[in-house]
């Protein structure tokens, strides 16, 4: 939940928030797990790791109300999208995990463009 004295974020904006902050941790716990698998993950952890600078970033942009925001939401979404889809192709855990985290931080993101 986003800080209650930020007047200029609606509900939808605080879900986004909180679902980008999600997509970060999780993004950054199955890159570190996937990196111990092994050389397969490659993809895995890079896509992981694009996803949790931009979904930070983007929770950072709304809550500052930035005119960016956006224009971020879409490179968020896009990027989550794709991670989903290489996660879960994984048959591990964090993966299976970190794919259902970024596919409710792709939609979050998609809300907020409309």
């Known amino acids: 939940m986003a800080l209650t004295q930020i007047d200029h974020l609606d509900a939808e904006m605080d879900n986004c928030i909180n679902d980008c902050f999600e997509a970060t941790q999780a993004c950054e716990w199955c890159a570190d797990r996937?990196?111990?698998?092994?050389e397969e993950m490659a993809e895995c952890i890079r896509l992981c790791?694009?996803?949790?600078d931009i979904a930070s970033m983007h929770a950072r942009f709304m809550a500052r109300n930035s005119n960016y925001s956006d224009q971020l939401a879409e490179a968020c979404a896009g990027m989550c999208e794709e991670c989903a889809e290489e996660c879960s192709r994984h048959d591990h855990d964090h993966c299976q995990v970190c794919a259902d985290v970024v596919e409710d931080c792709a939609e979050s993101c998609r809300q907020m463009m409309a």
């Open 34 to 38: 996937c990196a111990d698998e092994d």
């Open 49 to 52: 790791r694009d996803v949790a």
